[in-house]
């Protein structure tokens, strides 16, 4: 009796699989012979009950000339020129069993894609014709969904770019600065597409379990970079020609300096209305230091472990009003590098108009190693910070910093 029992154990989650009758739009969890078998779990090993999921082509991409309607393959898609859309638009979807299971008797097409996203977790896998005719069986786990975001590089004239992401319905518009965002993605190495006006532009990222990925279209990139317009309330100040963040700083060379608003406050209190017939927002602050001492701000705008070669610039260009002595300062920092500095001089005496600015690399101090100075022809190959000090008595506002002769793409992690 006891034996029999053991076995009854043993052979009842078979019985079980085998006797499940459920079925879903030409994919059937019935048993049968050959069948890929696929179960998939959550992070927690739980089977992933009743979730939804999406097969589509490996090339499908969605259709932004039909308002993006699922299940159309783009018409202009040099993957769809073959004369195979139908099978490019191969899609179905179904519902996991009770045990989270699914099985796939056959495919329409070569490698499909298979996409489950439900309650924060996720999962995305190519699946091939080979894969299915080899009736094998595997267990999928679901892991935290990521999210993607980038920016595309407009031509002149084109206001927007489309984003589709290859195996799925996902599609994206950027806004005007060519930025876009997507959510909910499952951990995977993806394929992109980007529609650019008339061009097409292929390319990749990926994204791991709940991280944020990153991916740039540069084919389009002016020859100059915006690195810092202060258009900002707090201390995050959004780079826009890079398509990041950083947090700014302030500092002062010792406590005998002192400065309206107070050093030690936020950053975001330095910020201020342009003013002076000038619109938006601006650096803006009053120091008051010994002959020699200086008040001044920074901020990141490349790694320590990856500086950027910036030695092409040909000009650094910004606006700014006041009066007294200032500097712009370019910093290899981190304990990765050689770290330094190169810095040119400023005076403005322009009371409250604002005047355009502009140095070149010959303005840059020459090499005296006094106060980390290295000279611009070795700091430029690997900058990390950038900084804008006040020396002595000044008080200025200064906006739109602006590097020519250099690319966004200089500014990308190696």
Known sequence: ??????????????AFWACSNDKVA??????????FLIQVVREDSLPAVNVLARMRSVEFVRNVEEGGAVGAVAENSEKSADGNSAKRGFYNEFVTDSLGRIRIDSLAVDVATLEIVDDGEGLFRKISSEDVKEGDSVKFVMEKTGGLRGKVYLPEGVEYAWVQVYGTDRLVKTDTDGFYEMDSLPPFDYELRYIVGDSVVENSATVDAGEEATAFVYNFEPDSVKILDFESENEKFFITDLGYSVTGYMA????????????????????????????????????????GKWSFFGTWI??????C??????????????????????????????????LAYDTLDTGNEWTRRV??????????D?????????????????????????????DDIVLYGVKPSNFAEQ
Request: glycine share 6%; aromatic share 10%.
């Open 1 to 14: 009796m006891k034996k029999l029992l053991l076995l009854l154990a043993v052979f009842a989650p078979f």
């Open 26 to 35: 030409g994919i059937s969890t019935v048993e049968t012979e050959n069948a």
């Open 252 to 291: 002062a060379t010792d406590t005998n300096t002192k400065t309206v608003p107070d050093i030690n406050e936020e950053v975001a209190k330095f910020i201020d209305e342009a003013g002076a017939g000038r619109e938006g927002k601006v650096l803006h602050w009053k120091s008051s230091a010994s002959f």
């Open 302 to 307: 490349c790694k320590e472990e990856s500086p």
């Open 309 to 342: 070669d910036l030695s092409a610039t040909d000009s650094i260009v910004f606006y700014a009003r006041g009066t007294g002595v200032i500097s712009i300062a370019f910093e290899t920092l981190g304990s990765l590098n050689t770290e330094g500095k190169t």
């Open 359 to 368: 140095i070149t690399p010959a303005d840059f101090k020459p090499r005296d």
């Open 370 to 398: 006094l106060y980390g100075n290295l000279g611009w022809d070795v700091i430029s190959k690997a900058v990390t910070t950038i900084s804008i000090a006040a020396y002595d008595e000044t008080e200025f506002w200064i």
